[in-house]
């Protein structure tokens, strides 16, 4: 079975820091690619940033300099260092796990809220 569990979210305020984390159990988590992902209310899910096996790193153009995804393969844990939160970044965040060989695994979500 396959669980991958997002941690860390919660209400904080305009230029804020979280560190959200994404444990990872039932695969071999050095041979995927490790996303994250966030939804805010009425609107699609978007790509936040994503870290590849070896470790290469894209980011979505409105969160670069603000948001950090990094991975320890040991722990099987990917994270995502946001700092400077707006209210604009206010979303449900989620997991991914992507392999073209294995196939994509989706977490259940953290909320984050940005508010004063």
């Known amino acids: 079975q396959v669980d991958l569990v997002e941690s860390g979210g919660g209400l904080v305020q305009p230029g804020g820091s979280l560190r959200l984390s994404c444990a990872a159990s039932?695969?071999?988590?050095?041979?995927?690619?490790m996303g994250w992902y966030r939804q805010a209310p009425g609107k699609a899910r978007e790509r936040v940033a994503t870290?590849?096996?070896?470790?290469?790193?894209d980011e979505a153009d409105s969160v670069k300099g603000r948001f950090t995804i990094s991975r320890d393969n040991a722990a099987n844990t990917v994270y995502l260092q946001i700092n400077s939160l707006k209210p604009e970044d206010t979303a449900v965040y989620y997991c991914?796990?992507?392999?073209?060989?294995?196939?994509?695994?989706w977490g259940q979500g953290t909320q984050v809220t940005v508010s004063s």
């Open positions: 039932g695969i071999n988590f050095s041979r995927y690619t």
């Open positions: 991914k796990a992507r392999s073209f060989t294995f196939g994509d695994y």
């Open positions: 870290i590849t096996r070896d470790g290469s790193i």
